[in-house]
């Protein structure tokens, strides 16, 4: 390992660009380099130091130098402004992740889960990449430093720097870094090959050197014979690289043709293949052995011509040629070059610049895989973060969810038992609902109980407890699996509180008959609601649906006297009069029908007309008393909104009404009034809601989530 050589805030301040090396930058960073604790800040000055080797502005090495500061998000906010606070917030946000992983870290992981863990740190960083070049920074010191620890904890970090930090640091394009992250790693995980290689290369050193310099000097000839100049050196392969290669091809290292190599660097593309026809011709190329990475890039954005040919000396050397701004990308990657040319505000060639503007116009773009090459920057075949999300158990194991899932999802990834006795979910030491939706980096714990199956009420898909298929599937199987009379009588009683909860003007038979198509038998139709396959919500729907083709049947049919359509409603018009045109209306308090209720009006003497629910007993008993005074109604187009009254009952406690109020503006809905009546001796207190909903969906929706608040007994409409 390498011992670092001290490091000193001019030191960074010398790598600064061009373009930022203004006094504003430079006050910035000596502001970060005092509040980090100055020289005695080591660690944070070296990762401070390769950040600007990247060229990544001052903000991001204003990070470097804070992000294991002492101070809270606000104090650097107040101090460093908003972009350098949030760069640090997203590092401690990687860090966390990086603690679950080394409380699991004995254990193996098979190729699936390293990858997930990948894309753990880059989806935790989506809103900004530059946080994973901070975290790489963090990595290569202590990488370089790592020989001060015990073996144990060398072998951990080495093991996981090969699995997690080196290919990321590959995905991103850092070749410099890649190269380094490996090499340490496989110095300490397999210390007698690299022993070995790290020999054969020694023993040649100087050898190698006199035949580099050698090829170099008749390259540089032959160039200028052609009137092109080139920056030319000798390209040395990093250990792991070579092993790997030797592993790939079966050969040993003597037949490794670019274990030495030379690097051209010229000013244009054109120039490039002019430089790669005189290497040709002036040593014999090696069959199989060229690769144009300029007209088909790698993923990450590499480019570089490279060839093997049969030097003077009869033995192969490997030639890569590319452009300054190509060679920019290979050591530091698009992403950085990215930051470098936007704090220069530099021309670029048009190629660059693609890759600027991918990058400029939304970094989730390059947060994508394949399945071929693991890169970063391919679009085809891949894995958009943003539908995905990671998450751990306990023990530090990573599961890989949709985007949207819950502690419900979870708990059937890791088993279906566990996903049966589910009774509540700790995320990140805190009791959650069974709905909250997982973010990338959670530390999920399952609560579960000794007996029982899944709760109906989640295969609701308004209530949000089930994002996965996997979930659904094996809660539907689970009810299934009951007996068919506990199943039936299940599905009454889950009927029955939906009209009774509602009130719906129904009998289970009249909502049977909805479903007669598909459950001729209601027998059929109370097996499916209880295994789940109908639901609350499809029996609500399916009543407004039929509601509505019966409205819209009705209003196309012509006028018996004068065979014409009745008049269209007048926009204003809330409810439409049939035969009468727009009439002052008003929602009878009786019964306060909603649309998608069958309604009926009432000529009031003075006050327009009153609209009742077709079943309101006030209606039965104006049949019989006054008939020539009701009318025929139907609901306009224009949603509005209409009054309900709700009542709760509930188990009285702290914050109660603060949370049902949550629920029901999540919902979108107003409400009128709330007010409380008389708790009782058992603490259970009726709490009366008047609220302004546009529909039966909408009420149906609200009264299932409030439901689901802690101590809640009941929920139900109450007219």
């Given amino acids: 390992m390498t011992k670092s050589p001290p490091i000193t805030i001019d030191d960074i301040l010398a790598h600064l660009p061009d373009g930022v090396a203004a006094t504003e930058a430079r006050n910035l960073l000596r502001r970060a380099y005092d509040f980090a604790g100055g020289a005695d800040a080591r660690q944070p000055l070296h990762v401070a130091y390769l950040l600007a080797e990247l060229h990544l502005g001052p903000a991001v090495i204003a ?32 860090e966390s992740v990086e ?7 004995e254990r193996p992981r098979d190729l699936q889960e390293l990858e997930s863990l990948r894309k753990v740190f880059i989806a935790m960083a989506v809103d900004d990449v530059r946080v994973i070049f901070i975290k790489l920074a963090d990595r290569l010191y202590k990488m370089r430093t790592l020989a001060t620890l015990p073996p144990a904890e060398q072998r951990r970090m080495a093991r996981e720097t090969a699995e997690i930090f080196a290919p990321l640091a590959n995905r991103l394009g850092i070749w410099r870094w890649k190269a380094e992250l490996e090499d340490l790693s496989f110095r300490v995980l397999n210390p007698e090959m690299y022993g070995e290689l790290a020999q054969l290369l020694d023993a040649r050193k100087d050898a190698r050197q006199a035949r580099l310099t050698r090829h170099i000097e008749l390259l540089r000839q032959a160039l200028t014979l052609e009137g092109l100049a080139g920056e030319i050196k000798g390209r040395p392969k990093h250990i792991y690289s070579i092993y790997l290669k030797m592993r790939r091809k079966n050969v040993p290292f003597s037949q490794i043709y670019d274990a030495e190599g030379l690097r051209v660097i010229v000013e244009t593309e054109p120039q490039c293949y002019q430089v790669l026809g ?11 052995e060229f690769d144009d990475y300029i007209a088909n890039p790698k993923p990450n954005g590499y480019q570089s011509l490279h060839t093997a040919v049969i030097g003077e000396d009869g033995r192969p050397l490997e030639v890569q040629i590319r452009t300054r701004e190509m060679n920019h990308i290979a050591e530091f990657g698009v992403a950085a070059t990215h930051w470098r040319y936007k704090e220069q505000h530099a021309q670029v060639s048009e190629q660059m610049a693609e890759y600027i503007t991918r990058v400029r116009q939304n970094v989730r773009e390059l947060l994508q895989e394949t399945e071929e090459s693991g890169s970063l920057f391919e679009g085809r075949h891949s894995d958009i973060f943003d539908d995905r999300v990671y998450v751990f158990t306990p023990k530090g194991k990573i599961i890989d969810l949709p985007a949207g899932a819950t502690p419900v999802d979870f708990a059937y990834q890791i088993h279906t038992d566990i996903g049966h006795r589910c009774r509540g979910a700790e995320v990140n030491g805190t009791w959650t609902p069974l709905s909250y939706r997982l973010k990338n980096g959670d530390r999920v714990k399952i609560i579960t109980g000794r007996t029982g199956g899944p709760s109906r009420d989640w295969l609701n898909e308004e209530l949000g407890f089930v994002r996965t298929n996997r979930a659904r599937q094996k809660i539907k199987q689970w009810f299934r699996q009951q007996s068919r009379e506990e199943n039936v009588t299940r599905g009454r009683l889950i009927v029955e509180r939906e009209i009774k909860r509602l009130g719906l003007g129904f009998t289970i038979d009249e909502v049977a008959d909805l479903f007669a198509k598909r459950y001729p038998r209601r027998g059929d139709f109370l097996l499916a609601v209880g295994i789940g396959e109908v639901t609350g919500e499809r029996i609500v729907n399916r009543i407004e649906d039929v509601q509505r083709r019966r409205e819209e049947k009705e ?27 727009d009439l002052l209306t008003r929602i009878a308090g009786c019964c306060r029908p909603l649309p998608g209720e069958k309604i009926i009006g009432y000529v009031t003497r003075g006050r327009g007309v009153t609209v009742h629910r077709r079943n309101c007993p006030t209606i039965l008993r104006l049949e019989r008393e006054e008939p020539e005074r009701l009318i025929e109604l ?86």
């Fill in 634 to 719: 139907e609901w306009g187009q224009r949603e509005a909104t209409f009054p309900v009254q709700v009542v709760i009952m509930a188990y009285n406690r702290s914050r109660l009404y603060s949370d049902i109020s949550a629920v029901i503006a999540d919902e979108g809905i107003d409400i009128v009034s709330l007010k409380t009546g008389k708790r009782d001796r058992y603490n259970v207190v009726p709490i009366y809601v008047t609220l302004e909903v546009p529909s039966l969906s909408k009420l149906n929706r609200v009264l299932k989530n409030i439901e689901q608040i802690r101590n809640v007994i009941d929920v139900r409409r109450t007219v």
């Fill in 99 to 105: 603690q679950h992983v080394q409380q699991d870290e």
């Fill in 555 to 581: 209003a196309e049919l012509p006028d018996a006297e004068e065979q014409k359509p009745p008049p269209p409603p007048t926009v204003e018009a809330r409810v439409n009069v049939q035969g009468t045109g």
């Fill in 278 to 288: 005189v290497a040709h011709r002036l040593w014999t190329p090696v069959p199989g």
């Fill in 63 to 94: 990070a470097g130098l804070l992000y294991d500061a002492p101070a809270t998000p606000e104090q650097l906010r107040e101090q460093f402004g908003p972009e350098v606070s949030t760069l640090v917030e997203g590092v401690a946000k990687l």
